[in-house]
């Protein structure tokens, strides 16, 4: 792979995340149309810079996105623009650092999720949806979330797999060789 396509492909995504954040704060949705750019341009890509290894490339991205993110989109956990976002970047940068960036924005998501949901509903919010959790398990029943607890916040999730592509992106061998050929390149070199 040519750091040229590595370059462009850490751009690109970069500012498709960019522009998914904005749109999931702002309006809690990631637009279909950014999701098909960013999963036409990982074809476009890697068809162009590898041919057929690269279409499988970027399928095999597509694909492992779809299966890894569909059954939590089913239970409600993520939204349809959030596995499409992940689709597109599964197919702009391949099925391993999608791996990786996948696993380490569940681990963001988790702190991001629980600092703005407090942030929204304060302390006493959170103790009214581990409350919940009890009575559910002691009554043997299920009871939806109240206005104002914690359980029945939508959260943005763009942001938490953002950081975690930045962060799989990081420690990237790839990647790590890419960053210090451009800082050569632009004469920044510690």
């Known amino acids: ?72 989109f089913v239970i409600r956990v993520l939204g349809a623009g959030d596995v499409k976002l992940m689709m597109g970047i599964g197919a702009l940068m391949g099925p391993e650092l999608l791996l990786w960036s996948i696993l380490y924005g569940i681990a963001a998501g988790s702190i991001t999720s629980l600092l703005l949901v407090i942030w929204r509903t304060g302390i006493a919010g959170l103790a009214k949806t581990l409350k919940r959790y009890w009575d ?28 975690g592509w930045a962060v799989a992106c990081s420690i990237n061998y790839d990647l790590q060789n890419v960053y210090i050929q451009l800082s050569h390149y632009l004469g920044m070199e510690a």
Do not use: H, W
Not at 2 to 21: D, N, P, R, V
Not at 26 to 40: D, G
Not at 52 to 67: E, M, P
């Open 136 to 163: 559910c398990i002691y009554c043997k029943t299920y009871f939806k979330p109240e206005m104002g607890e914690a359980a029945g916040q939508k959260v943005p999730y763009a942001p938490a797999l953002a950081i």
């Open 1 to 72: 792979m040519s750091e040229y396509q590595l370059l462009l492909q850490l751009c690109l995504a970069g500012l498709f995340f960019l522009i998914a954040i904005a749109s999931d704060l702002a309006t809690q949705r990631i637009p279909n149309l950014l999701c098909l750019i960013a999963i036409f341009t990982g074809f476009a890509i890697n068809g162009y810079y590898a041919q057929l290894n690269g279409l499988l490339l970027a399928s095999f991205g597509f694909g492992l996105a779809f299966l890894m993110l569909f059954p939590v």
